[in-house]
């Protein structure tokens, strides 16, 4: 087991280069796509490790869950760390228990919050709510009550642009801020993040970020990069980049935002002037994996390189710890 188990706690270090250097070089859908895998797949290792440094430093208490046979009064002479290890561990997997259950619950009452909010408004595609807050955003899977059940799902397929009952939610202060054309480009890119189920990536970073602080950086870079390919996508649907980055600039400064950072928005809050400016410039190149010898081909195969030794050392860890335990002292 050795060092092995330790690794996946700081092999995530490896993905913060590419973080950054996909914001700038990636197509936005292809560094959304690479970074929240590879956040999911370190802080899945991670929290691997730290349940194994737990049964390390808890195997020899009353009451284990673990086989009797692991709980050997000489199974710590097999164990290869101490119990300090193993409570520092516990104190961890607590906090990252405690954190998921937090994002979770306020989830799910954002949610709940906003299918109360819709009850009461028309059906369709774009849901528009009477407020004097200016706000845009892409609500999935929202049906109405009626809608609900198997038979309703199977209906949305042929309504929602994402196939899930989707709703784009906007205010009648934002409309109001926008002209016809930038209304469209709202809609548009509303529409994008619906189909591309943008808000599964914006959750996974999340929930990785919160399993491991060393990820964070990947979470902010991924809700940047999921607001430009929604950019990208609106500019391609209408044909004007330069309305679409003119509705974001405008929509940008009125806003507040979305209900939470799990929920795509139109002018969510970050480096909205990196978006206009991506848009004023040439449409991206839809290119599916950098050139290598690039800095940001080097920094992603770094990345896979780290996400890959963070598996096979989360795998070597379980698989050595479970032969020493089922093996009993020598």
Known sequence: MGVFVLLPLLLPLTALP?????????????????????????????????????????????????????????ARTTAPYEEAAGKGAVIALLAVAVSWSTAVRRHRRVRRQAELALAGVP?????????????AYALPGVRSRASRGLLGWVLSLRTSPAGLGGRIVVSTA????????????????????????????????????RANPLLMPLRSAVAYTAERWADEEAAGVTGERRVVARAIGKAALVSRGTPTPTLAGFAAPGPVPRRVAALLAPAPSPVSWPPVFTAVGLAAWAAAAGTLGSALSSANATLTLFLVLEAGPL
């Open 18 to 74: 590419i973080a950054r250097l996909a914001e700038r070089h990636l197509h936005p859908r292809v560094a959304t796509r690479l970074l929240s895998a590879l956040a999911a797949v370190l802080a899945a290792c991670s929290t691997v490790c730290l349940g194994l440094l737990v049964v390390v430093g808890t195997v020899q208490l009353p009451g284990h869950p673990l086989p009797d046979a692991w709980a050997d009064r000489e």
């Open 174 to 209: 934002m409309l109001g801020c926008l002209d016809a054309g930038e209304r469209a480009a709202l809609v548009a890119h509303e529409r994008a993040h619906l189909a591309g189920r943008h808000h599964r990536y914006l959750l996974a970073v999340r929930f990785a970020a």
């Open 123 to 135: 059906g369709g595609e774009v849901a528009v709510l009477p407020d004097e807050a200016a706000y």
